[in-house]
């Protein structure tokens, strides 16, 4: 068997190799500005991340000293993170897979190539180490080894890579959106709760890195911006230090009345400075003012490139198509069959039926906002929304009908060939054409004007003090959104929204929570232990109208749901879930706490998908 230090450098290896080996996919698609360069010294910004990265290397190096039971190994460690969030914005930006490795959660990592799981690395593990202990000397010293070789490859990276407008915005965009959906959750972490601390820090070097560069344009040609933009950071913290408990702290008023505005300026900034004009592949919309708009984030990211800009032509077949029975075998089952629109998209029932009139393995899932992952299927068995169409096609359970013929019937109806005709240019005689347009009209189906959307941003003022409770409540105490990461609220990992997650929570068989489900899930991909009982993360968007709830469809009732996890998942029930990735312990709710949790959750409803909002959506994105 491979010892523990041999493991971790096996890791560290096949992480920085895969950065490299796949590195095409993550580099971004700088442009060259030569007067851009000219007017900010981008050196000076560089030299602050770099140094950054190298002081926390050198508290590493210190921690690998003093050990993990030294009574100064916090501190030291508190530091090193302090250091790493500095620099966090352009180093993780550069590298995304070792930058999120570095920062990740400690959980053990199962490597697609050779098969093989091997142990949690990075700083949320040190932490855990250092705050909880359980580990040997050599465990532990290992685990600094891997993250300080993780850590040194960013800095080269950084040393590598010149700095410039695109990749500066970008990185200062991406951290944060960080603050909001990870610092402030409890997400990086999970045991110190150095949170707020980290978010100060985060602001603070957000102000430094401005200063350094960009901030001379800015105070010439708007010093209202440049004035105000500094004010907005100076107060956020300040309301920070009003109160760092992570219990008590107000997620939703710090969002609101201060990450939201700083969002904001920061993007007039972006377009006051006239160095770059936001126009890349991403998952954001740049010149949305928050995270929490309409259109903040792009459905195109997310869709296969042969699929991307789909117009309004093809959204419209794709509609026509949706509710079609001819295009299944027995012209018995249409897409709406199973995502009612009047359901918000899903079906209201624990499973539908297959055309055979037998119960489906598992619950149907709405579509609202399904375009927003890198996983579908409750079992995570397609990477993309197109192959999930297809997949139904082919199923002998559902459509059964080859994927690639297209079908006669469909062809019978003049509309369709003048809908595909204009959709698409010409009739194929492939049913590919059927797929892309239903997937536009799919990804065309965003909802994200709820009340507490309207709330958040400021629009309207009728959120309830219990609501705001329940929102707090999700993103502190009850460890919802350290799994539903807003704004999704779903598994899609933020910032980089290139990985979405699959959890092990332990769902039981039926609601007397007596025994565990035997649907083990992703375990099907590769059946390694640790997947057993793995499912995707789902949105909780809309689940006030998509009763019942999880993979089989267990609960009735959302205050079910939040019993489950008050109670600490399968294994607070249990059950025997050596890999859950819920915390085991109880939440310790309250009655009053979980009632606000479920109010805050039926706020977050939105099912309008009209053709106005889509084609809003259109317009702006």
Known sequence: MINHQKAFLLLLSVLIFSSCKNKEEYVDLAINQEQATEIVNWENTTKFYLES?????????????????????????????????????????????????????????????????????????IEESIYEGGVSEKEFLAEVEVTKGLMINLKENIIKRELNPQRFFVATHQQLLRIISLSIAGFDTPVSQLGFDETITSLRSLLEVYNRSISGIIK????????????????????????????????????????????A??????????????????PFNFDAPGFFEEDSFNPDFFMPAMNRNSSDKQIALGEKLFFDKNLSED???????????????????????????????????????????????????????????????????????????????????????????????????????VIKALSAYIASLNGFDSKFDRNIRGEENSFTAEEKHGFNLFMGKALCATCHFIPLTNGTVPPFFNETEKEVIGVPETAQNLNLDDDFGFYWMYGVEIHKGMFKTPTVRNSAVTAPYMHNG??????????????????????????????????NLSEEEKNALVAYLKTLTDTDVSETKKENLLVNN
């Open 53 to 125: 990265i190298e002081k926390s290397i050198a508290h590493l190096e210190e921690l690998e000293k003093i050990g993990h039971d030294n009574t100064k190994s916090k501190e030291v460690f508190a530091m090193a993170r302090s250091e790493f969030k500095k620099a966090e914005p352009y180093a993780s930006y550069l590298n995304p897979p070792v930058g999120h490795r570095v920062n990740g959660p400690a959980l053990p990592v199962f490597l697609e190539d050779n098969s093989r799981t091997m142990p949690p690395v990075g700083l949320q593990k």
């Open 220 to 263: 010439e040609r708007n010093k209202k911006l440049d004035l105000d933009f500094q004010k907005k950071i100076s107060e956020a913290i300040v309301f920070i230090e009003k109160d760092k408990d992570f219990e008590s702290f107000d997620r939703f008023t710090f969002i609101r009345d201060y990450m939201n505005p700083i969002t």
């Open 265 to 282: 300026n920061w993007v007039e900034i972006r377009k006051e400075s006239g160095l770059w004009d936001g126009k890349i592949s991403s």
């Open 331 to 433: 012209k018995k089952m249409s897409c709406a069959t199973c995502h009612a629109p009047d359901k918000a998209y899903s079906d209201g029932m624990v499973a539908n039926l297959d055309n055979q009139g037998n119960v489906l393995q598992r619950n149907t899932p709405t579509l609202i906002n399904v375009a927003f992952q890198q996983s579908f299927f409750w079992d995570g068995r397609s990477e993309n929304l197109m192959d999930q169409i297809s997949a139904v096609f082919t199923n002998d359970k559902e459509f059964n009908t080859g994927v690639h013929q297209f079908s006669e019937d469909i062809l019978e109806d003049p509309a369709y060939k003048e809908m595909i005709r204009e959709a698409f240019g010409q009739i194929s005689g492939r049913n590919t054409d």
């Open 554 to 587: 267990v609960y009735k009732t959302l205050e079910e749901v939040v019993d489950f996890y008050n109670l600490g998942g399968g294994a607070g029930l249990g059950f025997d879930l050596t890999h859950q990735t819920l915390p085991f312990d109880e939440l």
